[in-house]
């Protein structure tokens, strides 16, 4: 039981370094790339042909990563304003239903944003004139199937911890 | 109906709002028998509009900002400017906490990053403590109609108005709500006659040495988009490189090693926006096909007439809104169902944007929920009643502020 729990943890941390990495890398390729674009643009009158468009698709990849992150941190925007009012061991319930509801919800976007991705790989979709487009738009199933395994995961922690966070779910 | 007070409960009881937004689409598409694959279209949508690239780039320069020195040194210079009217640093403070938001976006940050400095000054100063509190916490909200505020750009893109417009039209609103506060502040602190020193060209010249590295932001960034060389998403790009090189290279306030955990906190903010940004494309674009504006409007149009029983309406929606709701969140949301309603009834989309955001900023600190409140209380440790009390001056300085933008049209939009 305990190397079980002991490879789950060593999981865990890689996870949280491998999504702080993601973050970091396209965060800061972005700032980079970006600031070359404009650059170009002005003092050379010139422009990279990809450049807009990574640009874009990195926003998509942020936005999955952060969220995924959130998710993590059990941080994602909500309001709690009828939670408070329910008996302790009702919140811990109600909690438990809704991260299941969650990764739910998570898991089903992640199946058909696959179907999403697997059309556009049968159809040979590219983006920046040559890339294949599946391999830009594969964060989606990847990461909100990551998100459904994370409130999957709070769902079974939540009986066992004691939540009192001040500030709820809000950033 | 029976899944919407469902889906509305679930809210209430602290689900994820984006998992909510995207089970009403999945419903709704799912029996208009729509593909659900249109449902993740849709999301990967968010790679399709150049200006998002905007808010990434200036929710990180703004945690990074906060995270170095800069709050210091901008409380110094303003300060130095300022600090010779009476009750100076009273006024000092509301400057400095509105020109922090309008970059950082994310209020909450500013009553972080700033309250700490300004709240211990202030204590010493004399000021009474019930007056710093509230200044703190409403001052934190201060600044959300000042470009290039975040909350401003999101509302263009949804709304589908030029952010170069909207970044005009808050400047007077946003003037006006500082204004009436400063006065206030003098006007409450008569007593504490002395300022904080006379006015020195050597203090001002000192800070402002201190400050070169800051000082060029403002000015590249905001002249840069007032006068249409950048647009807002080089712009962001501008600042955030800037920010970056500065605070991490050259006066190494913000070392590597803290970094990743700085992007990291930003990047949970950006992507609980955008991921409700993204899965309400859907759910948006689905209601307006099935006409839910025009529903609404013809309900409204029901009982009320003119504008202005309208802006009445509509004030009293946004000021609850505001109190349950972030204004991110509510931008997105809301707006879409709301703007063609709005221009019915006359209201010009820039000015509903400017009423919509002064509204929101007051729904911060509306008692008994707003975000604000809860922040500060935690920030300062004090029971949330003294919050309440504290912020309730501001609360209707504030109130009187959005009713004069509301009701005071040109305001916004006399410099389009």
Redesign the interface.
Known sequence: MSSTAAIFNKLEKAGTLA???V??VI?IS???L??T??FLRNFFDYSLFWG?EM???M??W?????????SR?D?????????RFLPGPMQVA??VF?DL??AA??G??SW??A??VM?SYEFGDTLMTDTPAWML?II?PVGFGLMAYRHLLIAIKRPFVRDDS?????? | MIIAIALVLLVLLGAPLFAVIAAGAFWNFYHADIDLQAIAIEFYGIAEMPILLAIPLFTFAGYLLSESNAPKRMVRLTSALLGWMPAGLAVVSLVACAFFTAFTGASGVTIIALGAILFPAMQQAGYPEKFNLGLVTSAGSLGLLFAPSLPLILYGVIAEVPIESLFLAGLLPGFLMLIILSTYSIWKNRAIRTPLGDFSWQEVRAAMRESMWEIPLPIVVLGGIYSGFFAISEAAAVTALYVLIIDVLILKEVSFRKLPSIIRESMILVGGIMMILGVSRASTNFMIDAGIPQQLLEWISGFVTGEFAFMVMLLVFLLILGAILDVFSAIVLVVPLILPVATQFGVHPVHLGIVFLATMQLGYITPPVGLNLFIAGYRFDRPIVDIYLSTLPFFVFLMFSVLLIAFWPALSLALL
């Open positions: 999504e702080d990495a973050l970091l965060l972005m700032i980079l970006a600031g674009q404009i807009d640009l874009r698709l926003v998509l942020l936005t999955v990563a952060g969220g995924l992150a959130a941190m941080k994602h925007i909500s309001i709690e304003v009828l939670d109600t909690k809704i509801f969650t919800i998570c089903l976007f058909h944003s179907r999403f059309g738009q989606l001040p500030a709820g779910g809000k950033p």
